[in-house]
Structures are given as C-alpha cells and as structure tokens.
C-alpha cells in the first residue's frame, strides 16, 4: 500500500520559513519523481516545485530562489525548504510520487498559512 505522509505545515509570518516533509512508503522511492503541490481556496492544485529520480529540479516561478526541493532515497523523503514566506503562498500542500504514467500518488496535504 502506498503512503505519503506530509507534515511541517503551519502557521507562520510573512518573511518567515518552513521545511515540509514527506515521507514515502510503499514504493521504490528513488524511481519517482517527487513534487511539491499546492492549492489555494477557490484555485486549482498546481506545482509548486520537482524533483527527478535523478534530482534535476524545477520550481514555479514565483517561488524560484525562496524555495528549494530535495530528496533523502536512503529515508524515502522528500522536502520543501520555502523561505520568504508571502502571503499568496498560503495553500494546502500536497506530496506527489510519479513514474510514468500509470503511477501517481498524493499525500492528504498539510496546511500552510502565511499570515501577520
């Protein structure tokens, strides 16, 4: 059974910083691409940032040099370092694991409020 467990997410001030994890089971871990996730009220889910199985990396441009995805294979985990924290980068943030595509899983999503 596949499971990815998201957890870091909160409440923090504008300029403030955040390191979400994700922690994978149930897969062969460093055959997935790894993403980064979100969705605000009223808006669609859309990537945030993107890890390859061979940690090449690509980010949505509004977060490009505030945040920073990275991958442990040796702990099945996935983080997203976000600094800078605005506003607008409240969502709800999800974990995605892709191969292909027949294989595509979600995490249940962790809360992040940015907020004075």
């Known amino acids: 059974q596949v499971q990815l467990v998201e957890s870091g997410g909160g409440l923090v001030q504008p300029g403030g910083s955040l390191r979400l994890s994700c922690a994978a089971s149930?897969?062969?871990?460093?055959?997935?691409?790894m993403g980064w996730y979100r969705q605000a009220p009223g808006k669609q889910r859309e990537l945030v940032a993107f890890?390859?199985?061979?940690?090449?990396?690509n980010y949505e441009e509004s977060v490009k040099g505030r945040f920073t995805i990275s991958r442990d294979n040796a702990k099945s985990m996935v983080y997203l370092q976000m600094n800078s924290l605005k506003p607008e980068d409240t969502a709800v943030y999800f974990c995605n694991a892709a191969l292909g595509y027949n294989y595509n899983y979600w995490g249940q999503g962790t809360q992040v409020t940015v907020s004075s």
């Open positions: 149930g897969i062969v871990f460093s055959a997935y691409g």
């Open positions: 890890i390859t199985s061979g940690e090449r990396t």
